[in-house]
């Protein structure tokens, strides 16, 4: 019987090293691992010290795309197309790829290409929650400027230089540069 206690004890106290020393391992590895992330958090905060974010932008051509095409997807396209910007837009020029690489069609930017996932507004209210302690924050959903809930596709839209708007989700060459692409495979014509 004795035997029996003293092989249990043992096995007992193997366990609990055991579980220790394996523990001892993970806290290595967790303490490495957040000395790394405060190293990095570090290094974002000099390079941010020494090369601050810019202060002095007084006008945003990505919200004045953004007015523009609320107005316009939303049936007012003549307020999308008197917005006035104020100031000069410059002009871009896009070329717009099929997924076997032909040239769908090419462009002249009026301002600048703008992502489908850029919003005037936030989508929620909190982008972080809090749980534990005394209170929980529940994270409220946001809608869009038209009342609506939701995601965008992956993709951008476009101002061209005579009022059109264009939206593409696929590949794109974008450049202030004129340049030139031959021989499109896919044309359009305009509709009215």
Not at 37 to 53: F, H, M, R, W, Y
Request: net charge negative; charged share 25%; aromatic share 12%.
């Amino acid at each position: 019987m004795k035997n029996k206690i003293l092989k249990i004890s043992v096995l007992v106290i193997m366990i609990i090293v055991s579980v220790f020393a394996l523990t001892g391992c993970t806290g290595g590895q967790t303490t490495d691992t957040r000395k790394d992330v405060e190293a990095t958090l570090n290094i974002g905060d000099k390079l941010t010290s020494n090369q601050p974010t810019p202060k002095d932008i007084d006008y945003s051509l990505e919200r004045y795309n953004l007015i523009r095409r609320a107005y316009w997807v939303n049936g007012q396209r003549e307020k999308a197309n008197t917005l006035v910007c104020e100031i000069e837009k410059p002009l871009g020029y896009i070329a717009l790829f099929l997924d076997n690489g032909a040239c769908a069609g090419k462009f002249i930017v009026d301002g600048k290409v703008t992502s489908l996932n850029s919003f005037l507004t936030p989508d929620s209210e909190y982008y972080s929650l809090e749980y534990g302690g005394t209170y929980t924050k529940e994270n409220k959903w946001m809608p869009d400027v038209d009342g609506s809930y939701g995601e965008n596709d992956n993709g951008i839209f476009f101002f061209t230089t005579d009022g059109k708007y264009v939206e593409w989700t696929g590949t794109y060459l974008y450049s202030d540069i004129p340049f030139e692409i031959q021989n499109p495979v896919v044309t359009y014509k305009e509709g009215r």
